[in-house]
Structures are given as structure tokens and as C-alpha cells.
């Protein structure tokens, strides 16, 4: 605690007042603290102010993009359900199949479509596709035919015909259609 005692004076009658000042440095102290926290208030509230009319005037620009993957998808609209093998067509050594395999190719590819032949039964040692651009030999397990277009048609009609050489030892009769057909966007491959 800071005291000061005034001087006294000879000839005065000695009267002794003593003043604290630890009090009046206490008050001033907690004043100067209502002042600081009225002045940060203050500041608060201005810049609060000054940062919500910002936001009304704030703006931002960004960039969206989408990306289309390419599809296809096939349709079949008619196909053999069975093959039926005479002991002519094994003589021969392979069958033409009488019932073309009629399909319907949609696509959003920009470049084409691939077909894929897959054989599912080992009775076949290879096959002759006709019906596309040119016809195409496959092996005995079947194989992808690429198409291309220039323009895209989006959607394209097949009629797809078949000559099956037969495996050996083969016998004559009913076999359920030995090949599945799908098909892929180009871009895919």
C-alpha cells in the first residue's frame, strides 16, 4: 500500500493525515478495466458491422463439371434357343445356322461399340460371324468384334449369321445355343 504523509509545518499545530493511495490506485485500475473492456467492445461491435456488410457485398465463382461415362447396352430380339446338329452337318464339319441372331446395339459411345462372343459348351472349334462391317473368324472360346462409326448412330440393328465348326467326336442332336453375346462402349477397352 503507497501512503503519503504531508509534510508539517513548525508553528502549525501537527495534524497528521495520512492518504492512502492504494484505494484510489485500485479505483483507477478497475476504471481503466471498465474502460479497456468498453473500447474492445466497442471495437466488436464495428468490426462485426464492418465483416456483415462485407458478406452481403461477397461473391464467389467456381467451376462445374459433369463427365458421361459411355454405356452400351444390347438387346437381343431374336435368337436360335437350341442348335441342332444332323449327321449331315457332321460330315461337313460345321453347321450354317438358319436363324440369323437379330440384335439391337445403343450406345453413347462417341467411337463405336465392341461385341464380345463368348462360346459357353465345347462344341464348337471355331466360328464365321457375318452381319458386321466384314465377316470375322473366332476361335473356340469366341472373341470381341470392335465396330466403329464416324458419326455416332447411338443405335444400330444387327442381324448376325453364324457358321459353327463343329468339335470332333461330336454326336448328332439337340445342344442348347452354345454362345452368349454382350456388349461394351469402345472408350471401355
Request: glycine share 6%.
Amino acid at each position: 500500500m503507497l501512503c503519503h504523509r504531508p509534510k508539517v509545518r513548525i508553528g502549525q499545530p501537527a495534524i497528521a493525515q495520512v492518504r492512502c493511495f492504494a484505494a484510489a490506485i485500485w479505483n483507477l485500475n478497475t476504471q481503466n478495466q471498465h474502460l479497456g473492456l468498453h473500447a474492445a467492445r466497442a471495437v466488436l461491435v464495428i468490426a462485426g458491422s464492418i465483416a456483415a456488410a462485407n458478406a452481403r457485398d461477397a461473391r464467389a465463382t467456381f467451376m462445374v463439371s459433369a463427365t458421361v461415362n459411355p454405356v452400351a447396352r444390347i438387346e437381343t430380339q431374336s435368337a436360335p434357343a437350341e442348335l441342332m446338329v444332323t449327321a449331315a452337318d457332321l460330315r461337313r464339319g460345321y453347321i450354317d445356322v438358319s436363324q440369323p441372331t437379330a440384335l439391337t446395339v445403343q450406345s453413347n459411345s462417341a467411337s463405336g461399340f465392341a461385341i464380345d462372343l463368348t462360346t459357353v459348351t465345347p462344341l464348337l472349334t471355331s466360328m464365321i460371324v457375318r452381319g458386321l462391317d466384314t465377316e470375322f473368324s473366332l476361335g473356340p472360346d469366341g472373341g470381341t468384334v470392335v465396330q466403329r462409326w464416324q458419326s455416332p448412330p447411338h443405335r444400330v440393328n444387327l442381324s448376325l449369321q453364324f457358321r459353327l465348326v463343329l468339335a470332333p467326336g461330336l454326336a448328332a442332336g439337340r445342344y442348347p445355343w452354345p454362345m452368349r453375346i454382350a456388349v461394351r462402349p469402345l472408350e471401355a477397352l
